[in-house]
Every structure is written in C-alpha cells, then in structure tokens.
C-alpha cells in the first residue's frame, strides 16, 4: 500500500524494448515473394513483442496501396496508420538478401520491417536513413555478419 507503483497504467500502454535485438537481424536471406517476404519480416517483429499479429495484415495493406521500395536497393515495410493501435513498441527487423529479392519490379537486398509507437517512426527512418544513405552501405550490409549489421541499424538509444 505504500509502495504504489503510480504509472503501472503508462507502463502496460507501451514496452520499453531496445529497437533492434540481433535475433531479428537474419542475413543470407533467398529470394521470395514480395508478400511472404513481409509476411516473414512482419512476424519477426510480432515474435519479438513488438506488434500484435494483426499488424502483419495491415503492412500487406500498405504495400498494396503503395510500395515501401525506398531505392537503394531498400524496401521498408510497415503497416497502414490504422494499425498504430496493434503496435506494443517500437522495433525493427531486418532481412538481408545478398542476391536481391524482386519487389514490384525492383531489385532489394534490405529489407527493414518497422513498426513505431507514435511519431517514433519517424525517429526510426532517420537512423535507418542516415546508415543507408552512406556510400557502401549496402555492400557492408550484404556482406557483413548479423553482429555487424546489428551495429549498423541498432540505433543510439539501447543499453
């Protein structure tokens, strides 16, 4: 009785989870279909806690509204905004394809499924930006270890 926690209610809202674990980062990926791989990416993010199974639905709905090819040889899979609701934190995953994966017609070898609590997608596409966006990136990606592209994407804020 005197030991109250106050923000039990805040707490269950949302889990505090780091927002890459080297188990959703698998590489060696083989070429699929667009829809099992989001289907795959989307439930490495449902296993780790990160979204609930619905949410894997509604980033099959927002590929078909319009694609999450970001060029680069990247495609960033999320759900629709109405799916905010089936996100428990925010998280990524990561599947490396080192000989490309047809999607829509491009050629992708990363693919980085994302799922962000609020306007936290915002924060996670700028750390996922300013990793891809360097020279060689992908090349480093491709050929790098699952520790290495762990380090890559991980972000800033993990402990």
Request: with cysteine; glycine share 10%; charged share 30%.
């Amino acid at each position: 009785m005197f030991f109250q926690k106050k923000n039990k209610k805040e707490e269950s809202k949302v889990e505090k989870l780091a927002l890459l674990y080297p188990e959703n980062v698998r590489i060696g990926c083989k070429a699929d279909t667009k829809e099992n791989v989001i289907r795959t990416v989307g439930q490495m993010l449902v296993d780790a806690g990160y979204v609930n199974q619905s949410y894997v639905d509604a980033m099959l709905k927002r590929e078909e509204s319009f694609s999450t090819y970001m060029g680069n040889e990247l495609a960033l899979p999320h759900g629709v905004e109405e799916a905010k609701k089936d996100i428990k934190a925010s998280g990524i995953a990561v599947m490396v394809f080192p000989e490309g994966t047809d999607w829509g017609g491009e050629q992708v070898k990363v693919v980085v499924g994302i799922a962000g609590v609020g306007e936290e997608h915002l924060q996670i596409l700028s750390v996922i930006a300013e990793q891809m966006l360097e020279e060689g990136s992908v090349e480093r990606i491709t050929s790098g270890s699952v520790e290495d592209v762990y380090e890559m994407l991980k972000g800033g804020d993990e402990a």
